[in-house]
């Protein structure tokens, strides 16, 4: 046997009215099993179901109870007993036990379980009865066995206790036999009598029985049969509400019990199916809310994305007018480029200018050396003329050579002025002719500048529109923000309506099981 361990000893109760079903095939393993059963074991729905039944089996249970279980209930017979369950972390609870074959042909399908809350009187006795069963076990001198969930004695008080379960036919004979004998006992007793005596004596003692018996018949038969009736009356009346109170230890108590254990099944299963049903509206109530919530987030979102394509539209807009400006500043970029060209071949021209007066004033420079020296020499001729005649007096060779050698160098001095004119006349007009290509770039450049204060102008603008872009753009990603809050929202919502529908799923499947456990014809 099974021994689930550790175990705390630390009882858990149920709560009141509390009702814990589940259902097993013929090898005792869980096929169904509803939420009461499942929070009463601390397992998880996952971990029950297919497991065999005994997962929960407490130690302190002896083996003869599960012994007598099996072998009533595998005999199609109901079992009714007090048992100790374990929970997963080694707690326990009391439940009062009852356990119902599933017939088929004659034969056990399945058996289903329904347990309640036992008083502590309940309680009390089992573990009384089961330190017996202990005791009985340890000594090897058994007194009394289990059987169908009762203690039946050994020897000859279970004899006289067979007497309590004849059938009801027997019962009837046994009580028509004795009727008759009683009728008949004067006729054997007082046979010297006069037989108008004895028919009265036998017509008294008849009545007397026949009294006793519709006694014993009423409360025998009669009564029962008529709580048999008022609990079926309320079955048919789908009322689930009702107490019996029975003895099952004769044939009108066993009917009275099957009947409750219809009741207390029934009652199981209502429960339960309510329980889900409970469980089914919730989700449905979760799933209508979350479809409300959706609903009102596409709305927003709707909202956003008109915004958006609004937004859109003004970025577009201002990316037409941005390319408009764009072409016009290529066209004057295009007359820049032609301008600047311009001025690059005045600049040019003026640069080669400049280069021929550089020529002309290095030559400038070179003659005017010579004229220097010229000057030098003709102060010296002249210095010499001065001193030869000094010396000479009246002879005026020296000076006659002087003379020639002064025109000679004056005559080169004019040459050089000569040359020095032309040479400045020259660069006079390549400086005049410079200054009118540096005024034409000047004008070249002007242009340029206003060329180039259009293109800031356009710039401008253009900066204008990429600003009325760049927040438009701001518009854009505010609402993308928002639209990807709301699309995890929604996200959420999905799968929150997910895990509904997988609760929906979950609940129907035990709805299936819970009330494929009765047979019924196909119509």
């Keep these: 046997m099974k021994i689930n361990l550790p175990v705390t000893q630390t009882e858990y109760s149920l709560h009141d009215g509390e009702i814990l079903v589940s259902t097993t095939d013929l090898t005792g393993r869980i096929t169904h099993c509803n939420q009461g059963f499942v929070h009463a074991s601390g397992f998880d729905y996952e971990e029950l179901l297919g497991q065999p039944h005994d997962i929960v089996r407490h130690p302190d249970v002896p083996p003869e109870a599960f012994k007598d279980l099996w072998s009533t209930i ?5 079992w009714t007993g007090i048992v100790k369950n374990r929970r997963k972390n080694g707690d326990h609870y009391w439940v009062q036990a009852n356990v119902t074959p599933v017939m088929e042909n004659g034969k056990p399908k399945a058996y289903m379980s329904v347990r309640l809350k036992p008083s502590r009187e309940q309680i009390q006795a089992a573990q009384a009865l089961y330190a017996l069963i202990e005791q009985q076990r340890s000594s090897g001198k058994p007194s009394f066995r289990l059987h169908a969930g009762k203690v039946r004695p050994f020897g000859w008080r279970d004899s006289l206790a067979k007497l309590n ?3 009801l036919r027997w019962r009837a004979g046994a009580g028509l036999i004795g009727l008759l004998l009683l009728t008949l006992s004067p006729a054997w007793f007082f046979a010297d009598q006069a037989v108008i005596a004895v028919s009265l004596m036998q017509l008294v003692v008849g009545v007397l029985s026949t009294s006793l018996f519709l006694s014993w018949f009423g409360a025998a038969v009669a ?7 008022q609990l079926a009356n309320k079955l048919a009346c789908c009322n689930l509400d009702g107490n019996t109170e029975f003895n099952s230890n004769n044939p009108m108590g066993s009917l009275m019990r099957r009947l ?3 009741e207390l099944n029934m009652r199981a299963i209502v429960s339960d199916v309510r329980a889900e049903v409970s469980g089914l509206t919730q989700a449905a109530q979760a799933i209508v ?8 987030r596409t709305d927003s979102q709707a909202q956003e994305v008109e915004k958006t394509s609004a937004a859109v539209e003004e970025i577009s807009a201002a990316i037409g007018d941005t390319a408009d400006t764009a072409h016009s500043l290529a066209s004057l970029s295009s007359q820049a480029s032609s301008e600047a060209s311009a001025g690059a071949i005045s600049i040019n021209q003026v640069s080669d200018s400049m280069q021929q007066i550089e020529t002309s004033s290095k030559r400038i420079t070179e003659i005017v050396g010579v004229i220097e020296q010229l000057a030098f020499q003709t102060n010296l001729l002249a210095l ?5 005649a000094a010396h000479a007096g009246d002879q005026g060779r020296g000076f006659a050579v002087v003379a020639a050698e002064v025109r000679a160098l004056a005559h080169r001095s004019s040459a050089a002025a000569k040359q020095i004119r032309d040479l400045i006349q020259t660069s006079s007009q390549q400086v005049t ?3 009118v290509t540096v005024d034409a770039a000047g004008d070249t450049i002007r242009k340029a500048v206003e060329q180039v204060h259009m293109v800031t102008q356009q ?11 760049s927040l438009g753009v701001v518009q854009i990603s505010e609402a993308m923000h928002l639209l990807d809050d709301v699309t995890r929202q929604n996200a959420n919502l999905v799968q929150q309506s997910m895990l509904a529908c997988e609760a929906l799923s979950a609940r129907a499947d035990t709805l299936s099981r819970a009330v494929m456990i009765f047979s019924m014809q196909a119509v």
């Design 74 to 78: 595998g005999h199609g017979r109901p």
């Design 165 to 167: 379960r004849l059938s």
């Design 223 to 229: 009564s029962p049969l008529g709580g048999a009736h």
């Design 260 to 262: 409750w254990l219809i």
């Design 289 to 296: 809310q979350g479809s409300m919530d959706l609903s009102d």
């Design 384 to 388: 010499n003329a001065a001193v030869e």
């Design 433 to 435: 002719a410079g200054s």
């Design 459 to 469: 710039l401008g603008e253009i900066t204008l529109a990429t600003r009325q872009e």
